[in-house]
């Protein structure tokens, strides 16, 4: 499967919020969301497991962030609130045909499919 960014990105203020959205090429049973923050190395944000059924979040985004996806039109979604400056990054979402165990979700290397990648600014 092939992600790709429809819509999201750009420069929001502190406290603001942002939604982005990418659709996958194919049927996919997890959708999820990466990020890279300008020097930084790029960390998981969140996952859906279609089949599994879970939904995992990292802690930094707990409570603030919510996926979502519309498995009709092979879509996800990444609702951003409560944006602080450290969520500066470039997001990335990705698809994975088959599921797996949750100790691997977080694991960059569990994904073969990347989108292109969104940026987003929260400014101070």
């Known amino acids: 499967a092939e992600c790709s960014c429809r819509r999201g990105g750009g420069l929001v203020q502190a406290g603001g919020s942002m939604r982005l959205s990418c659709a996958a090429s194919?049927?996919?049973?997890?959708l999820g969301w990466f990020r890279q923050a300008p020097g930084k190395e790029r960390e998981f944000v969140a996952v859906n497991s279609r089949g599994g059924g879970n939904t995992i979040y990292a802690d930094s985004v707990k409570g603030r962030f919510t996926i979502s996806r519309d498995n009709a039109k092979n879509s996800v979604y990444l609702q951003m609130s409560s944006l602080k400056p450290e969520d500066t990054a470039v997001y990335y979402c990705?698809?994975?045909?088959?599921?797996?165990?949750?100790?691997?979700?977080?694991?960059?290397?569990?994904?073969?499919?990347w989108g292109q990648g969104t940026l987003v600014t929260v400014s101070s």
């Open positions: 194919e049927r996919t049973d997890m």
């Open positions: 990705v698809a994975r045909t088959r599921r797996i165990i949750v100790s691997a979700m977080r694991n960059v290397d569990s994904y073969d499919d």
